[in-house]
Every structure is written in C-alpha cells, then in structure tokens.
C-alpha cells in the first residue's frame, strides 16, 4: 500500500494510491486528523494510526520531521513481520542474562530479595556460592546497604543462590513490550519442542 500526501484546496490531505488515482483517506475515513500538517510536524505519538488503534507506535517520543509551510512527507510504508532468527533487524531483544535465583537472610529471616520492599545489593549481598551460605559484611558507605541494615537490624547477611530456579532478565528495544516478547517466544519454543517431540516419536 502507497500513502501518500497530497496538497488540495482544504491544505493537506492524506491518501492512499490505487491503480492510477489516489484515495482522499480524509474523505473517506472521519478519524484521519484533519490537520495533518501540524501532526506531521510533531512527534510519531501525535500520528493518528488509520483503522487500527493498536498500529499506534509504541515509543511516541520520536520526532519525525518539521516540515515547513507548504511542505509535506510522501510515505512509503510496508510492515514485514519475521523473527531475530532469520536477520537481526527482527531483533526486539537484547541485554539477555540469566542467573541463579539470590538467597538471602539477615540473621535467620530468610528474605526474598527480588522483593521490592527489600533493599537488595547487587554488589555487597550477591554470593557466587550454590553449595554453602556466604556471610558478607554490609558495607558502610553504601546507601542501599545501609538502608537493609537499618530495616532489619543486621551488620552482615547470609548469601547463596538457589540453582534449581533462574532468573532471566532482558530488555527490548521498544518496539514491542517485554511481555509480548516473552509470550512469543514461549509461543515459538512451544512449536519447536513439540516439532521436536513429533520427530522423536517417529524414530523406530
Ligand atoms: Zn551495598
């Protein structure tokens, strides 16, 4: 599909180009902005989506363009779907890590400390151990250490990590939410597993 804009007599309409004329989407579709030059001047949150209020982008802070007086954009605009598998430009991902599951005690209360309530140290509470509980001192010029030492009355905590439950920690690049992406993927992995059981169930 062609977009275009197109000057008129009302200032600048939008359109669509079929064949060898162009549609006044305008004329035809009432939630099309009337104004279009001010919107196009703006950011990509002002740009009203036509038909599909979920085609609204995901990050409205974008500027596009400011056009001037009499000015306007010609848009070609074609949304390919695929996935970071096959080219990297698919790639909503990215800073993916993983790791053990944090324990956590401040003198035999066994906190959670992925709790938001709790004011956890990733740098002077995180244990590398799985076998036994490290004893790390908390430290005296850290404000987050301090805080858990005045919460719960402690000098030190007892750190370890839970190897039988994983923490996966990742971010996207905006174009889709982080739920979305860990929806589709558990939606391909689930696909793949169970291609991979039909195979091992023909195997003589
Ligand atoms: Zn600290």
Redesign the pocket.
């Known amino acids: 599909m062609k977009i275009v804009g197109f000057r008129t007599q009302e200032g600048l309409r939008l359109g669509v180009i079929e064949g060898d004329r162009v549609i006044d989407l305008q004329a035809v579709d009432p939630s099309v902005p009337n104004d279009l030059a001010a919107v196009l001047s703006q950011h990509n949150g002002d740009l009203e989506p036509i038909g599909d209020a979920k085609l609204r982008p995901k990050d409205t802070k974008i500027p596009i363009v400011k056009l001037g007086d009499g000015q306007a954009m010609l848009i070609y605009a074609t949304a390919v779907l695929g996935s970071g598998r096959d080219h990297a430009k698919w790639q909503s991902t990215h800073g993916v890590g993983y790791r053990y599951y944090p324990i956590l005690k401040a003198g035999n209360k066994s906190l959670d400390p992925l709790d938001p309530n709790v004011p956890y140290?990733e740098?002077?509470?995180q244990s590398t151990s799985t076998e036994e509980e490290e004893v790390m001192v908390?430290?005296e010029d850290?404000e987050?250490?301090q805080k858990f030492a005045a919460q719960y009355k402690v000098e030190s905590v007892k750190a370890s990590n839970d190897p039988t439950r994983i923490v996966l920690e990742f971010e996207t690049d905006g174009s889709l939410s982080a739920k979305a992406v860990l929806l589709a993927t558990l939606d391909i992995l689930g696909k793949r597993f169970s291609e991979l059981a039909t195979q091992a169930a023909g195997l003589a």
């Open positions: 140290c740098s002077h509470m908390l430290s850290c987050t250490c």
